[in-house]
Protein backbone atom coordinates (compact mmCIF):
# COMPACT_ATOMS: atom_id res chain seq x y z
CA UNK A 1 0.00 0.00 0.00
CA UNK A 2 2.70 2.78 0.65
CA UNK A 3 4.44 1.64 -2.55
CA UNK A 4 1.34 2.28 -4.24
CA UNK A 5 0.60 5.41 -2.50
CA UNK A 6 4.20 6.52 -3.14
CA UNK A 7 3.51 5.38 -6.91
CA UNK A 8 0.90 7.85 -7.11
CA UNK A 9 2.39 10.94 -5.24
CA UNK A 10 4.87 10.49 -7.53
CA UNK A 11 2.62 10.00 -10.53
CA UNK A 12 1.07 13.30 -9.33
CA UNK A 13 4.49 15.01 -8.54
CA UNK A 14 5.43 14.05 -12.22
CA UNK A 15 1.79 15.54 -13.75
CA UNK A 16 2.86 18.84 -11.87
CA UNK A 17 6.03 18.80 -13.25
CA UNK A 18 5.03 18.18 -16.88
CA UNK A 19 1.65 20.45 -15.91
CA UNK A 20 4.41 23.48 -15.00
CA UNK A 21 6.46 22.57 -16.94
CA UNK A 22 4.27 23.61 -19.87
CA UNK A 23 2.76 26.49 -18.39
CA UNK A 24 6.51 27.84 -18.14
CA UNK A 25 6.70 26.89 -21.92
CA UNK A 26 3.63 28.73 -22.56
CA UNK A 27 4.49 32.19 -20.80
CA UNK A 28 7.94 32.07 -22.58
CA UNK A 29 6.73 31.97 -25.35
CA UNK A 30 4.10 34.79 -24.63
CA UNK A 31 7.04 37.00 -23.66
CA UNK A 32 8.77 36.50 -26.82
CA UNK A 33 6.03 37.40 -28.49
CA UNK A 34 5.67 40.60 -26.88
CA UNK A 35 9.26 41.54 -27.12
CA UNK A 36 9.00 40.78 -30.57
CA UNK A 37 5.84 43.00 -30.77
CA UNK A 38 7.65 45.94 -28.11
CA UNK A 39 9.89 46.11 -31.45
CA UNK A 40 8.03 46.37 -33.90
CA UNK A 41 5.78 49.27 -31.95
CA UNK A 42 9.28 51.23 -30.98
CA UNK A 43 10.24 50.65 -34.78
CA UNK A 44 7.23 52.12 -36.14
CA UNK A 45 7.32 55.07 -33.46
CA UNK A 46 10.65 55.61 -35.05
CA UNK A 47 9.42 55.93 -38.03
CA UNK A 48 6.75 58.12 -36.90
CA UNK A 49 9.25 60.42 -35.26
CA UNK A 50 11.18 60.46 -38.68
CA UNK A 51 7.82 61.14 -40.94
CA UNK A 52 7.38 63.88 -38.63
CA UNK A 53 10.29 65.13 -39.49
CA UNK A 54 9.55 65.04 -42.83
CA UNK A 55 6.43 67.06 -41.86
CA UNK A 56 8.05 69.40 -40.29
CA UNK A 57 10.84 70.22 -42.79
CA UNK A 58 8.23 70.65 -45.74
CA UNK A 59 6.39 72.83 -43.51
CA UNK A 60 9.50 75.36 -43.15
CA UNK A 61 9.60 74.96 -47.05
CA UNK A 62 6.15 76.18 -47.33
CA UNK A 63 6.79 79.05 -45.20
CA UNK A 64 9.76 79.82 -46.55
CA UNK A 65 8.65 80.11 -50.09
CA UNK A 66 5.35 81.79 -48.93
CA UNK A 67 7.56 84.67 -47.39
CA UNK A 68 9.57 84.72 -51.08
CA UNK A 69 6.00 84.80 -52.24
CA UNK A 70 4.76 87.75 -50.30
CA UNK A 71 7.77 89.70 -50.86
CA UNK A 72 7.38 89.07 -54.75
CA UNK A 73 4.17 90.04 -54.78
CA UNK A 74 5.14 93.52 -53.24
CA UNK A 75 7.85 93.75 -55.16
CA UNK A 76 5.33 93.56 -58.61
CA UNK A 77 2.72 95.83 -56.34
CA UNK A 78 5.53 98.48 -56.20
CA UNK A 79 6.63 98.08 -60.05
CA UNK A 80 3.35 98.55 -60.95
CA UNK A 81 2.85 101.86 -59.10
CA UNK A 82 6.10 102.86 -59.95
CA UNK A 83 5.47 102.00 -63.70
CA UNK A 84 1.85 103.97 -63.79
CA UNK A 85 3.55 107.26 -62.38
CA UNK A 86 5.97 106.71 -65.09
CA UNK A 87 2.95 106.81 -67.56
CA UNK A 88 1.54 109.67 -65.85
CA UNK A 89 4.57 111.83 -66.23
CA UNK A 90 4.75 110.68 -69.75
CA UNK A 91 1.39 111.89 -70.40
CA UNK A 92 1.87 115.13 -68.89
CA UNK A 93 5.15 115.78 -70.90
CA UNK A 94 2.80 114.25 -74.35
CA UNK A 95 0.13 117.07 -72.95
CA UNK A 96 3.13 119.93 -73.27
CA UNK A 97 4.12 118.97 -76.97
CA UNK A 98 0.74 118.28 -79.04
CA UNK A 99 -0.15 120.87 -81.29
Known amino acids: MATEEGGKAVDEGLNLTTLSG ?4 TLSESVSEAAKTSIQIAASSQQQLEGMDQVVAAMENIRETSVQAAAS ?5 DSVNELQKVGQKLEELMKQYRL
Do not use: F, H, R
Request: hydrophobic letters at 20%.
Open 22 to 25: DTIK
Open 73 to 77: TQQSV
